[in-house]
């Protein structure tokens, strides 16, 4: 079997299987009774937070009535003691209220100073990027003339070069064609020289041709003549 | 938090929760205990928060309990040294062939289902043997329905590739 058909007959089979039975009427029984287990546990919780929160407030309420009966139960204060008081509450305070003031005073004084040199810094800063700006426009200008003026040099180097090398192409090209004229002319007397060697050579064994026969036909008549003499003389 | 008659859920979707947990162990006694944790995961989840959909997140919360306790069974299984095939052997009655073929492929796929990523494999059970649609998938997964749908099919090219390992191997061992 393909396992892609197993796969879907696998999963056809998972989907349809027999389940033997809901759940059981024990089981169901001991789901709702552990569920209402944890229901009263929560409960007791509950129950438990509010009784720590009411002992809580019980207790806050009575150590305010036990402070605010102290505080009635406490004997008047004649003008002497009430100097006093005030005195030694001055001696302690003062210090305190210095270093609170001196401090609030520096706290001050310093958010003003970081406040302008916040606003110097801002200030420096918009004008240092200004300044820059300038400057790179300038520099920008600058570089622009710069350049074409590099580039303007470099294309009269580039047609300099260029037009050299025109001149050298053409001068190699005469040379050649001069060479070639010349070796043009060279293969023309040669050929006429060999041509007169030719015919030189070619009148010179037709006239060794001619005497050799003359002399061949020469050796043949004598025989023949010698004979007929020979012959005129018996008749004779 | 809103007053949730426990008894009366229970009781309603006893069914439903029974048969799901069910196919995915195909073991009643670990079914027993998947269907109780179950509702009282729902319990609990319900007395942090509001549940619009009490139906859904049973099936969901069942599906997940059981995918953990096949998974649990899976390697206890592995550690004890016995294969997972044989217990469910013998929970189950002999039938004819093909019964004992359907059974072994079931088995199968349960054994595949916990070779893959926790969220794959539930979006995969929801898909398909729950029938929940690609968006009721995201709204339980906590995600998109897009997302759901690649979850589902690398379930499915996972299980496919199990599916091939394993039908190379038993040619193998042939």
Request: hydrophobic letters at 35%.
């Amino acid at each position: 079997m393909e396992s892609k058909e197993k796969l879907e007959k696998a999963i056809e089979e998972l989907k349809n299987l027999r389940i033997p039975a809901g759940a059981s009427e024990n089981l169901i029984a001991q789901t709702i009774g552990k569920i209402k287990e944890q229901e009263r546990a929560g409960q007791a919780k509950i129950i438990k937070i509010r009784f720590l929160i009411k002992y809580a407030a019980a207790a806050a309420v009575i150590l305010c009535a036990f402070w605010a009966g102290r505080a009635s139960n406490r004997s008047a204060l004649n003008n002497e003691q009430i100097l006093l008081i005030e005195n030694n509450l001055f001696k302690k305070m003062e210090p305190l209220v210095t270093t609170v003031v001196k401090n609030n005073i520096t706290g001050q004084v310093q958010n003003l100073m970081a406040e302008n040199s916040q606003s110097l810094l801002a200030r420096v800063d918009e004008k240092y990027s200004r300044q820059l700006d300038d400057y790179a426009a300038v520099l920008l200008a600058l570089s622009n003339k710069n350049t074409n003026t590099l580039i303007g040099d470099l294309v009269n180097v580039i047609n300099e070069a260029q037009k050299r090398e025109r001149e050298m192409i053409s001068e190699t090209l005469g040379k050649i064609e001069l060479a070639r004229d010349k070796r043009e002319e060279d293969l023309n007397n040669n050929f006429i020289r060999f041509a007169a060697d030719t015919e030189n050579e070619i009148e010179m064994t037709r006239q060794q041709l001619q005497t050799l026969i003359e002399n061949k036909t020469k050796q043949e008549n004598e025989p023949l003549q010698m004979k007929g003499e020979q012959n005129g003389k018996k008749n004779i | 938090m809103e007053h949730i008659d426990w008894e009366n859920v229970v009781k309603t979707y006893s069914g439903r929760v029974w048969s799901c947990v069910y196919r995915l162990l195909g073991n009643e006694a670990d079914a027993a205990d998947c269907f109780q944790e179950t509702f009282l995961s729902a319990y609990r989840l319900c007395c942090s928060k509001k549940i619009e959909n009490i139906e859904a997140l049973l099936i969901f919360i069942s599906t997940r309990r059981a995918i953990d306790m096949l998974r649990k069974r899976i390697s206890q299984s592995k550690v004890n040294g016995h294969s997972e095939d044989l217990q469910l052997a013998a929970g189950s009655n002999p039938g004819p062939d093909s019964e004992a073929q359907n059974r072994e492929l079931a088995s199968e796929i349960r054994r595949a289902l916990c070779r893959l990523p926790r969220k794959e494999a539930e979006a995969f059970c929801l898909k398909y043997m729950s029938d929940y649609s690609r968006e009721q998938i995201a709204q339980e997964l906590g995600t998109t329905g897009n997302r759901a749908g690649v979850l589902i099919f690398r379930a499915k090219s996972r299980l496919q590739k199990i599916f091939d390992s394993d039908n190379s191997r038993y040619k193998g061992e042939k």
